[in-house]
């Protein structure tokens, strides 16, 4: 007997993806009984479900952020490769490489083998597991920079680009945007394996997520906070890095640093246009999403004859597919954040707040 197709075992809900076998949702948007979620940004880790399996990482990210018992009512942790069977559904986790616990879940019923990929990329990451291509019936992915413009550079490149700036404005701070979780731990790794090893200096919002990376074993090296200046008018931290969430740029907090240089670490710096509207000086293309190339070679190396397009350029990646002979499908998910550069948690105005 034929495997049964995924499509008649998984379908799109109103809370999301839903396997119907094993009565359970993969990164839900609304509140569910059952919850797999794949990795601790707020658009897939929600509060308010009954049980939540993930990672034992992300069920910690889930906790730091969201609160004791908000993290579902029971914790189900799941490592790597170790499966566990839902129902008669086989589910496994497998690195996504995204950010820290970050996992593609792999689903299995009577034959047929469905992957939801979550959020993730290709290029490498000291701070995380890198991503694992698994083949399968149906390919679940994202598309976020699901166009050809959309080319990363390397990591190491950018950051070359931001230590050369460094050393030509010594005079002044230089303000890094990035994500709280995982693009921020990523930057202070690749920092410090381009010999950065002076201290990095942090707005409160980013503290407690390097601390709990630090916990997990990823060494980040001397971090402080950004301190007050000592009298009135005077600035600080003359030629240092100070990495903090996007939004900090705009704010009062950031007119203590000395005329800080602003740059902003997103894949979307990719676009002019975008880095001009924000008045970033120092655009850095650093991504935890996979690029255009990377989609199209990790579709390939799972060879699936079906993907299934979460969020993001949808038509852009199912008209490319179509010509290398793979169907695709749009799902039109909702709750899906895409753009990087906004804060996926609130994040206190003043350093010292959470420092």
Do not use: N
């Not at 993806?17 to 919850?35: N, Q, S, T, W």
């Not at 200096?201 to 630090?214: D, F, I, K, T, V």
């Not at 199209?296 to 979460?310: D, F, H, N, S």
């Amino acid at each position: 007997m034929a495997a049964p197709h995924p499509e008649r075992w998984i379908r799109v809900t109103p809370e999301g993806l839903y396997c119907e076998p094993g009565d359970f949702h993969i990164d839900p948007a609304l509140p569910v009984p059952r919850a797999v979620v794949s990795h601790g940004h707020s658009d897939h880790a929600r509060p308010g479900h009954g049980a939540v399996l993930a990672t034992p990482e992300t069920l910690a990210i889930m906790t730091a952020r969201l609160g004791e018992g908000r993290a579902g009512e029971s914790q189900v942790p799941l490592r790597y490769h170790e499966p566990l069977v839902q129902k008669g559904v086989r589910i496994t986790l497998v690195p996504a490489g995204h950010v820290l616990g970050s996992a593609q879940v792999v689903l299995e019923w009577e034959g047929s083998r469905l992957v939801v990929s979550g959020d993730y990329k290709r290029q490498p990451d000291p701070t995380c597991a890198p991503f694992e291509p698994v083949p399968c019936d149906v390919f679940v992915t994202e598309a976020t920079f699901a166009l050809p413009v959309f080319r990363h550079p390397p990591a190491e490149q950018e950051i070359r680009r931001l230590l050369e700036s460094v050393a030509l404005f010594p005079e002044r701070a230089h303000l890094v945007g990035c994500y709280a979780l995982g693009k921020c731990q990523r930057l202070i790794a690749t920092l410090r394996q381009a010999g950065w090893d002076r201290p990095l200096y942090l707005h409160g919002a980013q503290a407690s997520m390097c601390a709990l990376y630090e916990r997990f074993g990823i060494g980040l090296g001397e971090l402080r906070p950004v301190p007050r200046p000592q009298k009135r008018g005077e600035s600080v931290l003359p030629g240092e890095i100070v990495l903090a969430p996007p939004s900090a740029e705009a704010s009062p907090w950031a007119r203590r640093l000395a005329d800080p240089v602003t740059a902003l670490a997103s894949g979307w710096m990719r676009v002019r246009q975008r880095a001009k509207a924000r008045g970033v000086e120092l655009p850095l293309i650093v991504s935890d999403h996979a690029d255009w190339d990377d989609l199209l070679a990790t579709i390939a190396e799972v060879g699936a004859p079906e993907v299934w397009v979460t969020h993001g350029r949808e038509e852009a990646l199912i008209h490319a597919l179509a010509g290398r002979g793979v169907r695709g499908r749009a799902l039109h998910l909702l709750g899906r954040d895409e753009d990087e550069t906004a804060e996926d948690t609130a994040a206190p105005e003043d350093a010292e707040a959470t420092a």
